[in-house]
């Protein structure tokens, strides 16, 4: 007897105290899938939320719990337990006991409503069965072992467990992706909007371009404007957090509209000069901007004459879309650097003021003594904003100082170094 005892002992200790062994712990089941159990060394009264408390056609004792979600429809549900074995032992019970029940309270037994049969003898396959289940709904139900016949212990067993029925089937969910009609004009916004039918929970959407994944997004609707004729877009996405099914859509590939547009290339050049703009489109129709500035704006080879640094825009359309690029003409000769000034407070020449400055509204001037040490560092340069000869508050000696001025005047920003006097 004592090596039985022993043996049932160490098998029973082969099995850890199962995770749901308190109803707040239930297992949530994936609708006709089945999951293995045990209710093996669930406790009795040992935690404070296992609810054996629970009174129905039985007591809870070594209680394990499960729940499960019904669909948008609701309807019938039926709860399958199989293939039980039973652990050996004479002081064992050799049957199981089980309900479904809707709580009112979470896991509070004295809300919980009976929606099903209750079984409290089954010893082989039995099936817990519910009509007329709620829609989208949470429902628990509870699995423990009897104390039948001479026994002393509750019984302990493993088995499956199936849900199904119409009221848990899962409606296949659907996913689609609505893309634009018709063609899509160059280099503008354009969306894609994720469509979901019968399904919960949805993750992140995986947005591709040619099966290269580009963009995860929350939101349903994804923006792009960098795509290209043919160019095929497609995305990824699952429903249900509780055994997740995965979702696929491809978009046909996109037609784009073959509107182009080219403004050239920036140019440099002295103020006053005559400047050839050249447009080059394949629109039905064109324009340069500011119109007022160009000598044939609806032309698309035309003729300026900056005296300051201006951009000029050449939009183009045709009958479906509408596309601008642009050209910047720098002027560079209206610009003076005086090689002096005398900061001695007489109103004359007491900053360091470059006519010119104000067509260059980013530049920015940093001044260094011959040691190389940094004297001022002023952004935004202009008359108001011209260097005064002091380093932090106050004025330097008179003497050579050397400079750096950044005009921030286009892609490839100028830079003009040089030195300047201070003479007070």
């Given amino acids: ?59 809870g004792s070594n209680s394990v719990w499960y729940s499960f979600m019904t669909n948008a429809l609701g309807g019938d549900v039926t709860v399958n337990i199989s293939n039980i074995v039973f652990s050996s032992g004479a002081s064992l019970g050799t049957e199981l006991q089980a309900a479904m029940f809707q709580a009112a309270t979470p896991c509070d037994a004295s809300s919980f ?45 493993t088995f499956d467990v199936l849900v199904s029925g119409p009221g848990a ?23 894609f909007v994720a469509y979901f039918s019968n399904c919960t929970d949805t993750s992140d959407i995986s947005w591709y371009v040619n099966g290269v994944l580009t963009a995860i997004t929350q939101s349903h609707i994804w923006w792009t404007s960098e795509l290209q004729d043919g160019d095929v877009v497609s995305a990824e996405s699952s429903c249900f957090t509780v055994c997740p099914v995965n979702l696929s859509y ?19 050049v002295n103020s006053g000069d005559q400047v050839t703009l050249t447009g080059t489109t394949n629109g039905l129709y064109y324009q340069w901007t500011p119109a007022q500035a ?34 910047t003409v720098f002027i560079e000769d209206n610009l003076t650097i005086p090689g002096s000034f005398s900061p001695n407070g007489d109103g004359k020449n007491d900053v360091w003021y470059m006519p010119g400055i104000e067509y260059y509204p980013n530049a920015q001037l940093t001044v260094f003594s011959r040691w190389g040490q940094m004297i001022a560092d002023i952004t935004g340069y202009s008359h108001d904003r011209s260097w005064d000869g002091t380093h932090n508050g106050k004025p330097v000696p008179d ?3 050397f400079y750096e001025l950044n005009l921030h005047n286009g892609s490839e920003d100028e830079k003009i170094k040089g030195n300047v006097t201070v003479i007070r």
């Fill in 169 to 191: 089937d899962r409606i296949p969910p659907a996913f689609s992706v609505g893309q634009p009609a018709g063609e899509i004009c160059p280099n503008t916004q354009t969306g």
């Fill in 250 to 268: 491809t978009c046909t590939p996109l037609v784009m509209n073959n509107l182009t547009v080219d403004a050239g290339v920036d140019q440099t």
């Fill in 113 to 157: 409503t009976l929606v099903s049969n209750c079984v409290n003898n089954a010893s082989t396959t039995f099936q817990l069965n519910a009509t007329g289940l709620q829609p989208n709904t949470e429902y628990i139900f509870v699995i423990n072992g009897a104390m039948n016949g001479v026994a002393t212990q509750p019984a302990r067993a």
């Fill in 1 to 59: 007897m004592l090596v039985l005892v022993n043996v049932l002992l160490s098998v029973i200790s082969c099995y850890a105290q199962p995770v749901n062994d308190a109803c707040a712990n239930a297992i949530e089941l994936c609708p006709n899938t089945t999951t293995n159990g045990t209710n093996i060394n669930a406790t009795s009264t040992a935690c404070s939320d296992c609810e054996d408390d629970l009174s129905f056609c039985f007591t």
């Fill in 399 to 401: 003497g050579v100082y």
């Fill in 294 to 327: 160009v000598i044939s704006p609806n032309d698309a080879v035309t003729f300026t004459y900056p005296t300051v640094t201006t951009t000029y825009y050449f939009t183009a359309s045709n009958d479906n879309c509408s596309l601008t690029d642009d050209i």
